[in-house]
């Protein structure tokens, strides 16, 4: 199937129901915008020592997205410009967006993040070489996002309505009554991944050209579930964080995150094992993610599989990650 031109370019990713009538489940949007691509490719080059496509003014972009990650500390901050961006179809348009952002936000407590004029410099950046790239260089990406779309659609999407189902019943998530944008892009700085909040829920971005084909419907899985989690005040991931700061390990530690995260990973990779491709190896394991987390991984994964299996029930699973996590709980 073929891209139709129309700004933002959009395949729903819906399966047709067979037989009787299956319990609503959420929907995904696969997109394709230049604008967005442009974006990224500025930020995958300004996070790497890679040299960029021969745009005039290329130079000045990567400098002013360094400027704006210097200024934001956290990379998880760029989310205050990205849920803004994923609704604009020009530069000019982000030019506008991002002139609305608030001047400074304050962080950590105290700390002032200055927002704003910087934001606007990167987008006016982008303006100066938008007209070059979509000439020079998204044909060539937007031939390399069709490529990994037909990929999606010749595994993720015939399932992609049980997937969505699978993951909602197996955190305890309620679908969403919007469908989840996901943003194909080609290039992307690591870890390829991302999902920000933005004024309808949140949208996810996914780097093609860094994500391996065989882990391209995890990831899509597993961003999708980025978007349900911020759509969901209960759900098991926000039980197991909970948990996890009552048995004394608090949002700011970082085995609270790992113990969170790493469930989006399991999960996903159990779902598309489940149901798209029983061969798959998980992106934990190839990419080296559970290798990081040896803690949280080795503790979860057998536990969210007995669990997935039939064999424990979620309350159990939770409880007994919680104390293998922080065994000093049980003493409590």
């Not at 199937?1 to 609503?24: E, K, W």
Request: glycine share 8%; proline share 6%; aromatic share 6%.
């Amino acid at each position: 199937m073929s891209f139709v031109r129309t700004g933002f370019l959009c395949l729903a990713l819906i399966a047709a129901p067979a037989g009787a009538q299956p319990a609503a489940a959420s929907t995904m949007e696969l997109r394709a915008s230049p604008l967005v691509d442009l974006y990224y490719l500025v930020r995958a080059v300004a996070d790497s020592d890679a040299t960029g496509p021969e745009l005039d003014g290329l130079d000045e972009a990567v400098a002013e997205a360094r400027l704006m990650r210097a200024a934001l500390g956290n990379p998880l901050r760029w989310g205050l410009l990205e849920g803004r961006l994923a609704s604009c179809e020009s530069a000019a348009q982000a030019v506008e967006a991002f002139g609305a952002l608030p001047e400074s936000v304050t962080v950590g407590g105290d700390r002032a993040v200055p927002l704003r004029e910087g934001a606007v410099r990167l987008a006016k950046s982008l303006a100066a070489i938008e007209r070059q790239f979509m000439v020079q260089v998204w044909p060539r990406h937007e031939r390399e996002i069709a490529a990994a779309r037909e990929r999606l659609e010749a595994s993720l999407l015939p399932k992609s309505a049980e997937c969505l189902r699978y993951i909602e019943e197996s955190f305890g998530m309620q679908p969403l009554p919007q469908a989840i944008r996901v943003h194909l892009v080609a290039e992307s700085p690591a870890p390829h991944g991302f999902t920000h909040r933005a004024r309808r829920g949140a949208v996810c971005f996914v780097g093609v050209r860094g994500t391996p084909a065989p882990l391209l419907a995890e990831t899509v899985l597993h961003e999708a579930t980025h978007a349900l989690d911020v759509a969901n005040e209960k759900s098991a991931l926000v039980e197991l964080g909970d948990r996890l700061a009552q048995a004394g390990i608090g949002p700011g530690d970082k085995r609270h995150r790992n113990g969170v995260h790493t469930l989006f990973f399991i999960q996903a990779a159990e779902t598309v094992r489940r149901f798209v491709d029983p061969g798959h190896r998980d992106y934990g394991d190839e990419a080296g993610y559970y290798a990081k987390v040896r803690a949280a991984a080795e503790v979860e994964r057998p536990v969210w599989k007995a669990y997935l299996d039939g064999e424990i029930t979620r309350d159990e699973a939770l409880t007994r990650i919680v104390a293998g996590l922080a065994p000093e709980a049980e003493e409590r």
